[in-house]
């Protein structure tokens, strides 16, 4: 029979475990919260991406029709085409990734 000493001490060796157990558990938890984090970010960062290069392209048109137009309602004009080609170059390849 096991005596009271090694019992104690199996009781403790369970509590050790136990505990251990609930600490990676937590562990495994903000790990799986820290990925969704980045994963959240890296969406965040990838939108605002192509905000920015939506917004380049926009100023890349707005120079590209003050240089060609000399007077403000064709460089207007111009613009408005031009931003309809990109809108349709957009569909496009949104189309082709599909």
Request: charged residues 30%.
């Amino acid at each position: 029979m096991a005596s009271s000493q090694q019992l104690a001490q199996l009781d403790r060796l369970e509590r050790q475990v136990t505990t251990l157990v609930a600490a990676y558990q937590q562990v495994r938890e903000e790990l799986a919260d820290a990925h969704t984090t980045i994963q959240q970010l890296q969406a965040e960062l990838r939108d605002r991406d192509k905000q920015l290069r939506e917004h380049q392209n926009q100023e890349n048109i707005v120079k590209l029709a003050n240089t060609i137009a000399g007077e403000p309602a064709t460089a207007t004009e111009l613009k408005q085409r031009l931003n309809e080609y990109i809108r349709e170059l957009d569909k496009c390849l949104a189309y082709l990734r599909e």
